[in-house]
């Protein structure tokens, strides 16, 4: 199994406090709501949220696939920290085992805060990933951001 990582830094002038309740801890609804079109829903099979917990993510007209299982890996509200794996589904498109993320939303001195974002994506045997693939996820992942930045922004 082989891994390729990549990393995304996104600045926001939200407080990273607001930004990791939103990102994190209310994504499972927020998402839906900002951006249909990506995810349609999200529904907790097993866990409370923390550490350990099961969701499946329905993807929405706009995706190209359909669902994805993921689990909670790490959760520390205190350092705005968040880690999680995609375990099945098709995102993995077979010739993934798993792709890992790691969220930490780090405050900035003007108020605002940076979102550091890792992925791993762990391939079965020896595959190579399509380098525009993980362009394409970077991309979504900046997208998804900014369209919570911005409805923040407008209710706030």
Known sequence: MGAITYDIEIPSSIPAAKMFKAVVLDADTLIPKVMPQAIKSVE?????GGVGTVK??????????????HRVDALDTENLTHSYTIVEGDALAGVLESI????KIVPTEDGGCICKNRSI???????EINEEKIKEGKEKAM???KAIEAYLQANA
Not at 44 to 48: K, M
């Open 100 to 103: 890992t993320y790691h969220v």
């Open 121 to 127: 994506y762990h391939t079965k045997g020896d595959i």
């Open 143 to 145: 997208q998804m951001f």
């Open 56 to 69: 499946i993510i329905h993807f929405g007209e706009g995706s190209q696939y359909k669902s994805a299982k």
């Open 44 to 48: 907790v099979l097993e866990g409370d």
